[in-house]
């Protein structure tokens, strides 16, 4: 009697129809894929080029934000000076040109992956790790908030895992082809 091996077993690909039956619920969790993903790769535009929208917009003081280009420091401001509350100083102490570069090659690279539909999951895990650094650098979340616990941080890291989970990237994006890269098909964390 000869065993098979899992290796020598053929797998198909799941893909998003055969997870989400209904062809309007993929339509929507499409839509809300590439609206989460327009938010990220819009930050990094924003803030590279100071679009006027929140990079480059008149502030408080009435002097603007200048973008990274121009030598802004992306992240490093809303470290030393957005953070609240108990972590204050921690993020202080982190900002730094390295945070800047970090945190702009990760709103670019899951803003650019989201947008395509491809590799979700890695997005899913570094959106979610973003966001949630961001909500802890918010914390506790200011009185007259709309919710003393979500903002919205919490719920874009969610729209991440679910088109993760639901393999979003196959309508309106190139999440079959992706899956079927051999690359992908072998490391399937890819995907």
């Known amino acids: 009697m000869t065993a098979l091996r899992s290796a020598e077993v053929p797998t198909a690909t799941v893909t998003e ?4 039956t209904s062809s309007k619920a993929r339509i929507a969790l499409a839509l809300a894929r590439l609206a989460t993903g327009f938010i990220f790769l819009w930050a990094f535009l924003d803030k590279t080029f100071g679009l006027h929208y929140s990079t480059g917009a008149a502030v408080a003081e009435g002097s603007p934000t200048a973008s990274w280009i121009n030598g802004g420091t992306p992240s490093q401001g809303f470290m030393k000076f957005g953070a609240i509350g108990p972590f204050k100083d921690v993020f202080a102490n982190l900002a730094s040109p390295l945070t800047d570069w970090l945190f702009m090659l990760g709103m670019l690279g899951v803003g650019v992956a989201v947008m395509l539909g491809i590799g979700l999951r890695v997005s899913a895990v570094a959106g979610s790790l973003i966001m949630a ?4 650098a918010e914390w506790p979340l200011q009185q007259g908030s709309t919710n003393p616990l979500i903002d919205y941080h919490v719920i874009y890291a969610l729209v991440l895992v679910i088109a993760a989970l639901t393999f979003a990237g196959d309508t309106w994006g190139l999440g079959r082809w992706w899956a079927n890269l051999p690359i992908v098909q ?3 964390w890819l995907r």
């Open 186 to 188: 072998k490391h399937s």
């Open 133 to 136: 650094m961001m909500w802890v």
């Open 17 to 20: 129809s055969s997870v989400v």
